[in-house]
């Protein structure tokens, strides 16, 4: 973890946000998903979520938590009810740190306040999804305590890729 000195902040995104957010996402979905996506499906994923697409998710009352160090924006996670009906009531859509964050303890930050938010609604239960190639993602929800809960298949671009669900009871 960096040392005191480092303003760490997590807190609700804002629409003067939009563009951080946008490089964010694209800067770390390339770390993530280079040679495990199909090149052009990636393309296109950053291509969509640009800044008119995180003015439009925040304008529309999405729940995006943004990290801020050092006044900088480094992060972000978006979490809310399951998608799918089940056990697990609660949902962390999204966690991503910009690769330069990553390793420091951030990741963990930004999970808990996730957790906080689910459980400040109420819901029972978490589940997080993880395509099986990414073993960052992999590991770092099974350091969290999330066990792996379900499997499916979904396509991806051209590609059939699988996904695995860790849950936490």
């Known amino acids: 973890m960096l040392g005191s000195s480092f303003d760490v902040r997590v807190r609700g995104g804002k629409l003067s946000d939009a563009r951080a957010l946008a490089d964010v996402f694209e800067r770390s979905w390339r770390h993530a998903y280079i040679g495990i996506l199909p090149r052009a499906h990636l393309d296109s994923l950053i291509l969509r979520r640009g800044r008119r697409w995180w003015s439009s998710a925040i304008r529309s009352g999405d729940f995006i938590l943004v990290l801020e160090v050092g006044g900088e924006i480094c992060g972000y996670a978006s979490c809310g009810p399951a998608r799918h009906r089940g056990r697990y009531e609660g949902e962390i ?4 740190l910009a690769p330069e964050y990553q390793g420091l303890g951030f990741g963990e930050l930004m999970f808990e306040a996730c957790r906080s938010e689910l ?12 395509l ?13 305590g999330g066990r792996p809960v379900k499997k499916v298949t979904d396509r991806v ?7 695995i669900g860790y849950g936490w009871p």
């Open 93 to 96: 859509y999204e966690l991503y």
């Open 119 to 130: 459980d400040r609604r109420q819901l029972n239960g978490l589940i997080v999804w993880a």
């Open 132 to 144: 099986a190639d990414n073993d960052i993602a992999i590991d770092f929800y099974w350091r969290r």
């Open 157 to 163: 671009g051209t590609v059939d890729m699988c996904k």
